[in-house]
């Protein structure tokens, strides 16, 4: 059975950092593959990191250079470090997995989601 649980969300200023954690159970990361999306109020789901296989990470282009998607193995866990924070970064985000060889910016790829993580950032 898989489970995602994110921590790690909360209120921030801008210019500010967090690190969002997500616990993995219940997958080899060989065979999936993790991102993480947002959501903020009134819109669609948004792909901000994502692992791919054989190459480097993806990264939305807005979040290019802030944001960190990393992992540890050895603890069954991946981290997304967000730096200087915006109040647009404000927005639920979602620890997500894929089976390997689907394609990573497809949403309906993503078929196992953790319960989100609110991530609020002032102005």
């Known amino acids: 059975q898989v489970q995602l649980v994110e921590s790690g969300g909360g209120l921030v200023q801008a210019g500010g950092s967090l690190r969002l954690s997500c616990a993995v159970s219940?997958?080899?990361?060989?065979?999936?593959?993790i991102g993480w999306f947002r959501q903020a109020p009134g819109k669609e789901h948004e792909l901000v990191a994502a692992f791919r296989w054989s190459e480097s990470s993806f990264y939305a282009d807005s979040v290019m250079g802030r944001f960190t998607i990393a992992e540890d193995n050895a603890k069954n866990t991946v981290y997304l470090q967000m730096n200087s924070l915006k109040p647009e970064d404000t927005a639920v985000y979602y620890c997500t997995a894929r089976v390997h060889g689907s394609y990573y910016r497809a949403r309906s790829s993503y078929n196992y989601w953790g319960q989100g993580t609110q991530v609020t950032v002032s102005s």
């Open positions: 219940g997958v080899t990361f060989g065979n999936y593959h």
